[in-house]
């Protein structure tokens, strides 16, 4: 008799100071067929994902001693990771200063099961490859060196390769798609978050971003604000 081959489930690491949060969150997860690791403060937060290197990461804001906001930063040193922020703040603000630190998503305490399901998926895919496996096979060039490897999901800038996020790389790969013409605001959008009915506009600004400064650091043509539509990748 045969036996199917097991598949390994995609581990998430959950931080919250709120053990029965951390608790509700984990029993969600772990019925969704996902493998959970928790996580109470900052600190506990960067040794665990040092040591269990997680597909997501679903971490609080607001948490004593070493924040969400430090934690953030200390991951997007060394990874690209998807985050996605739980946060009570009501603020725009806050949420702001989340994005602008290397988040990709949050989610607004209180939140609904399905809603937070339904976003851990989205950045999952956001992060991951192809669903059929398939990767394509294209090169995109541009002014100051640029060159994009979709198949190797890389950019390069002269001798530079930039270390970009998945949602940076799709933004930028959108701009140079169309060799310094405008991209509206909503084509941006959808091609940052693919996987997104409605994308919340807030979230692509601080995205453009940290792409420019990235690029900016190597030499790279750098995406330009045009007031009312949207972007365009500049010559130089």
Not at 103 to 120: C, H, N, S, W
Not at 136 to 150: E, V
Not at 209 to 214: F, I, V, Y
Request: overall charge neutral; charged content about 25%.
């Amino acid at each position: 008799m045969s036996t199917a081959a097991a598949t390994t489930p995609l581990e998430i690491l959950v931080v919250d100071d709120d053990p029965a949060l951390v608790g509700a969150i984990s029993a969600l997860l772990t019925a969704g067929d996902y493998k959970v690791h928790a996580a109470y403060n900052g600190v506990e937060a960067v040794e665990a994902f040092d040591a269990k290197k997680p597909a997501l990461v679903l971490l609080d804001l607001a948490m004593p001693g070493r924040d969400g906001l430090n934690v953030i930063h200390e991951i997007r040193t060394r990874s690209a990771t998807p985050i996605i922020v739980l946060t009570g703040e009501a603020d725009e603000a806050a949420k702001v200063d989340a994005l602008d630190a290397g988040a990709d998503d949050y989610v607004t305490k209180p939140f609904g099961r399905q809603e937070l399901l339904a976003r851990v998926r989205a950045a999952l895919r956001r992060g991951g490859e192809p669903a059929d496996g398939s990767a394509r096979d294209r090169t995109i060039t541009g002014a100051a060196g640029l060159r994009i490897d979709i198949s190797r999901h890389e950019v390069h800038v002269g001798a530079h390769l930039l270390a970009l996020t998945k949602t940076e790389f799709n933004i930028l790969e959108a701009l140079a798609s169309v060799k310094g013409r405008v991209v509206t605001q909503q084509r941006l959008l959808a091609a940052a978050w693919p996987n997104k009915a409605t994308p919340d506009p807030l979230l692509l600004k601080p995205h453009v971003a940290r792409l420019r400064s990235k690029l900016e650091e190597a030499g790279g043509p750098l995406p330009e604000s045009v007031r009312g539509v949207g972007y365009r990748l500049g010559a130089s």
